[in-house]
C-alpha cells in the first residue's frame, strides 16, 4: 500500500516505515504529525484517485530529528566588471518516519 501526499507543497509517495526528509516542520523531536492532502491512495491494486484529495485518508509520521542539507553555493559575475559574488544556503529540513497510512 502506498500513497501520493502533499507534504508542506511537495508531493511524495510514501509507504509505511518510510523515512523522509521533509522541508523543516515546526514540532519536537518524538511528536507525531498528521498529514491529511492525501491525493491519491493505492491499496493492492485499488487505485483510489482524489478529486483534489482523497475523503478521510491521512498520514500520521514521527519527527525524528532536525537536520540541515548539503551547502548550495550561488555564483553571480558580470565579465569585464570585475563583479563577483558568491552566496551559500543550507535548507533544514525535517527526518520523518511513516508510523501509519489511514485510508
Known amino acids: 500500500m502506498y500513497v501520493i501526499v502533499d ?5 511524495m509517495k510514501v509507504e ?7 522541508h523543516r516542520i ?3 523531536n518524538g511528536s ?3 498529514f491529511e492532502k492525501v491525493l491519491l491512495v493505492d491499496n493492492d491494486g485499488a487505485v483510489t484517485v482524489g478529486a483534489p484529495t482523497v475523503e478521510g485518508a ?4 514521527e519527527v525524528v530529528s532536525q537536520v540541515k542539507g548539503e551547502k548550495v553555493l550561488i ?3 558580470k565579465r569585464r566588471k570585475g563583479h563577483r559574488k558568491l552566496n551559500g ?4 529540513f525535517s527526518e520523518v518516519i511513516v508510523k501509519e ?3
Open 26 to 28: 515546526n514540532a519536537e
Open 7 to 11: 507534504i508542506q507543497g511537495q508531493q
Open 89 to 92: 544556503h543550507r535548507q533544514q
Open 75 to 77: 555564483f553571480h559575475k
Open 32 to 34: 507525531q504529525v498528521e
Open 58 to 61: 491521512k498520514v500520521v509520521v
Open 16 to 22: 509505511k516505515d518510510q523515512k523522509l526528509f521533509v
Open 101 to 103: 497510512i489511514i485510508a
